[in-house]
């Protein structure tokens, strides 16, 4: 049986049906950096949720206000890894 670990978004930050997910990763010297999916959510013919990477008009202003509070985020993930790499 292989043992595996599936990796958990830091944070999610949801408008309407844009969402922006936010991942922490790891190189290969140990260093965590984030990245940040943004994706529109919506539901298929058959009552299915899917994902979409392309954006309405109408979709714009809710994808700019979650990639702001994404950046937002990462930089104060990026502060409490400083820290806690000084300390």
């Known amino acids: 049986m292989t043992n595996t670990t599936k990796t958990q978004p830091v944070d999610h930050i949801r ?7 936010i991942w922490a990763n790891t190189t290969k010297d140990n260093r965590t950096f984030y990245s940040v999916q943004i994706q529109r959510k919506y539901t298929d013919q058959n009552g ?8 309405n008009l109408g979709d714009l202003p809710a994808v700019e206000k979650v990639s702001a509070q994404a950046l937002i985020a990462v ?10 790499e000084a300390a």
């Open 15 to 21: 408008i309407g049906a844009v969402e922006a997910t």
């Open 48 to 55: 299915d949720p899917q994902n979409a990477s392309g954006f």
């Open 75 to 84: 930089q104060a993930l990026n502060a409490v890894l400083a820290r806690s």
